[in-house]
């Protein structure tokens, strides 16, 4: 890789990658994204059978992975810097280093593709139409559930807002990223006119048909309502994170939800994350006893994020529900817990120790825990980035159902992304909880600390939405739904059936034209 063509294309690769930011919240400019893998895909295909032509093939994905990946996560940087102390440089040398481990999985899928096709004898239609596309959704799908997983802004994401969204009901997002490279690769053969002149006249129409799938997908509604809706009241407290856990301001935090809790009674109120910047264990020992009063006595349900002491070395993030119709707490506990903020992967605790952000090793329970009852809705959920995974999400609501108990009608995400200033985090995962939404046909509530409060309602539209920075409440009415979409009933195996199904059918082609 010294020549400067290839050093052209590795640079060129790099910002496309880039580019790709454009595609997700706030910018939502989704067909950047299909233009971007297009041309990724048009260098992936232009290289010949030989192990070298696949080594620069992969090297050329790498760099698309790297500049995509670094440049939608560069937030981080701002939380490594601010609050955890680290120089600059530093920070992001440690961001380059995750994405630039993330992108390896870019990198497969585009050496695997002309591997299997140098492999089987088959042409580049072949390889574009089946295998890439297959390969580009496990490479994803690595991102999702590989060493926990960090599926951020993986590229389905792009079309919670496109004609393609009607698909997300059906295959969900990973499903996404099948159609997704589907389409790109389809563009990328027309590009480099590596398909016969017949094959050049169908694709277009390919392409077309769709997107008109999509948009005829998005006319269904797979859930309907369901009980009565709620009057809920979301919380936005907007502590800076650089005061939350100072004790200077511990007590100041307390009244502050207090306050804001009992200001106005609700069917439902919620805080963000660790609104309660302390353990249960810690908390003055009245506190709790009067919120519950609170919620007894105006018939309203609270659910609070606080960080439950169980004795010892045990604790966890969880919410607290608090209402008439529980004579204990409610509690869920966070079960997909971040790397480095919530637990420490093995052989990093020097890197941990080089930083000032308070850390620990939480507790992890199991990912499928009751829905909390509130009047005649029940309420599911998650924290933080938990709701990055969907598949998750749905194996919870499948459970109940398979359990014979209630189904949950509607989500809700409480989460606190001051860690990440004011920057592209907030935004996308806004867009994340959109899709949850698609894939689920239920409304999202989500209470953060400093955007985005919000509440999403089935088909993914953002109803209402607090401005970011700001203490403020959203006061709303909610109605619950129920139904079963498609996704929740089958989860990512749509996706990854779709995607072993055209590498099969690729392996068919190849082994048919040697006879």
Same mark, same amino acid.
């Given at each position: 890789?010294?020549?400067?063509?290839? %050093?052209?294309?590795? &640079?060129?690769?790099?910002?496309?990658?880039?580019?790709?930011?454009?595609?997700?919240?706030? +910018?939502?400019?989704?067909?950047?994204?299909?233009?971007?893998?297009?041309?990724?895909?048009?260098?992936?295909?232009? !290289?010949?059978?030989?192990?070298?032509?696949?080594?620069?093939? /992969?090297?050329?994905?790498?760099?698309?992975?790297?500049?995509? &990946?670094?440049?939608?996560?560069?937030?981080?940087?701002?939380?490594?810097?601010?609050?955890?102390?680290?120089?600059?440089?530093?920070?992001?040398?440690?961001?380059?280093?995750?994405?630039?481990?993330?992108?390896?999985?870019?990198?497969?899928?585009?050496?695997?593709?002309?591997?299997?096709?140098? %492999?089987?004898?088959?042409?580049?239609?072949?390889?574009? =139409?089946?295998?890439?596309?297959?390969?580009?959704?496990?490479? !994803?799908?690595?991102?999702?559930?590989?060493?926990?997983?960090?599926?951020?802004?993986?590229?389905?994401?792009?079309?919670?807002?496109?004609?393609?969204?009607?698909?997300?009901?059906?295959?969900?997002?990973?499903?996404?990223?099948?159609?997704?490279?589907?389409?790109?690769?389809?563009?990328?053969?027309?590009?480099?006119?590596?398909?016969?002149?017949? @094959?050049?006249?169908?694709?277009?129409?390919?392409?077309?048909?769709?997107?008109?799938?999509?948009?005829?997908?998005?006319?269904?509604?797979?859930?309907?309502?369901?009980?009565?809706?709620?009057?809920?009241?979301?919380?936005?407290?907007?502590?800076?994170? #650089?005061?939350?856990?100072?004790?200077?301001?511990? $007590?100041?935090?307390?009244?502050?939800?207090?306050?804001?809790?009992?200001?106005?009674?609700?069917?439902?109120?919620?805080? *963000?994350?660790?609104?309660?910047?302390?353990?249960?264990?810690?908390?003055?020992?009245?506190?709790?006893?009067?919120?519950?009063?609170?919620?007894?006595?105006?018939?309203?349900?609270?659910?609070?994020?606080?960080?439950?002491? #169980?004795?010892?070395?045990?604790?966890?993030?969880?919410?607290?529900?608090?209402?008439?119709?529980?004579?204990?707490?409610?509690?869920?506990?966070?079960?997909?817990?971040?790397?480095?903020? !919530?637990?420490?992967?093995? /052989?990093?605790?020097? +890197?941990?120790?080089?930083?000032?952000? *308070?850390?620990?090793?939480?507790?992890?329970?199991?990912?499928?825990?009751?829905?909390?009852?509130?009047?005649? @809705?029940?309420?599911?959920?998650?924290?933080?980035?938990? #709701?990055?995974?969907?598949?998750?999400?749905?194996? @919870? =609501?499948?459970?109940? %159902?398979?359990?014979?108990?209630?189904?949950?009608?509607?989500?809700? $995400?409480?989460?606190?992304?001051?860690?990440?200033?004011?920057?592209?985090?907030?935004?996308?995962?806004?867009?994340?909880?959109?899709?949850?939404?698609?894939?689920?046909?239920?409304?999202?509530?989500?209470?953060?600390?400093?955007?985005?409060?919000?509440?999403?309602?089935?088909?993914?539209?953002?109803?209402?939405?607090?401005? !970011?920075?700001?203490?403020?409440?959203?006061?709303?009415?909610? @109605?619950?739904?129920?139904?079963?979409?498609?996704?929740?009933?089958?989860?990512?195996?749509?996706?990854?059936?779709?995607?072993?199904?055209?590498?099969?059918?690729?392996?068919?082609?190849?082994? %048919?034209?040697?006879?």
């Amino acid at each position: 890789m010294c020549s400067l063509s290839v %050093r052209s294309s590795f &640079l060129l690769m790099l910002v496309a990658g880039a580019m790709n930011v454009l595609s997700f919240a706030p +910018f939502h400019y989704w067909p950047v994204q299909i233009l971007g893998m297009a041309l990724l895909f048009s260098q992936v295909l232009r !290289e010949g059978e030989h192990a070298i032509s696949r080594k620069r093939a /992969g090297w050329l994905a790498w760099a698309y992975g790297l500049g995509w &990946l670094t440049a939608c996560t560069s937030w981080l940087v701002y939380a490594m810097t601010v609050f955890g102390g680290l120089p600059g440089v530093l920070s992001l040398l440690a961001l380059m280093f995750l994405t630039g481990a993330l992108a390896i999985y870019v990198a497969a899928a585009a050496w695997g593709t002309l591997y299997l096709q140098h %492999r089987w004898k088959i042409s580049s239609t072949t390889a574009g =139409l089946l295998i890439l596309p297959g390969l580009w959704t496990v490479a !994803e799908w690595l991102r999702i559930c590989f060493l926990t997983g960090f599926p951020w802004t993986i590229s389905g994401y792009a079309h919670s807002h496109s004609p393609l969204a009607g698909f997300a009901p059906v295959v969900g997002v990973l499903g996404l990223c099948w159609i997704n490279a589907l389409l790109a690769a389809a563009l990328a053969l027309v590009l480099t006119n590596r398909a016969s002149r017949k @094959q050049n006249l169908a694709l277009p129409g390919l392409i077309v048909a769709v997107f008109v799938a999509g948009f005829a997908l998005q006319q269904i509604s797979w859930t309907k309502p369901q009980g009565t809706a709620l009057q809920v009241r979301l919380l936005q407290g907007n502590v800076a994170q #650089d005061m939350k856990f100072s004790q200077d301001h511990l $007590n100041d935090s307390l009244n502050l939800y207090h306050d804001m809790i009992t200001q106005t009674p609700a069917d439902l109120i919620v805080t *963000p994350e660790t609104a309660l910047p302390m353990l249960t264990s810690q908390l003055p020992p009245d506190y709790l006893p009067i919120l519950n009063t609170f919620a007894q006595d105006s018939n309203s349900t609270v659910i609070l994020g606080v960080g439950v002491h #169980d004795g010892g070395d045990q604790y966890s993030n969880s919410v607290l529900g608090m209402s008439r119709q529980y004579a204990q707490p409610y509690r869920y506990d966070k079960h997909h817990l971040v790397p480095f903020g !919530e637990f420490i992967p093995p /052989g990093f605790r020097w +890197f941990v120790k080089m930083m000032a952000i *308070p850390m620990g090793e939480f507790s992890t329970f199991g990912p499928i825990q009751p829905a909390m009852k509130v009047a005649d @809705q029940w309420i599911m959920p998650n924290i933080c980035y938990e #709701d990055l995974f969907g598949e998750e999400i749905v194996a @919870q =609501l499948s459970a109940q %159902r398979a359990a014979g108990q209630p189904v949950a009608s509607i989500l809700l $995400n409480a989460s606190n992304l001051a860690w990440y200033g004011n920057s592209f985090a907030i935004p996308q995962h806004l867009q994340i909880s959109q899709m949850r939404v698609l894939e689920t046909g239920r409304p999202m509530l989500r209470a953060t600390n400093t955007g985005a409060t919000a509440v999403i309602v089935p088909g993914g539209g953002v109803e209402q939405l607090l401005p !970011e920075n700001t203490r403020a409440v959203l006061a709303a009415k909610v @109605q619950g739904y129920t139904g079963m979409t498609p996704y929740i009933l089958i989860g990512n195996l749509g996706a990854l059936g779709l995607s072993a199904l055209g590498v099969l059918l690729a392996f068919l082609l190849g082994r %048919r034209s040697k006879k």
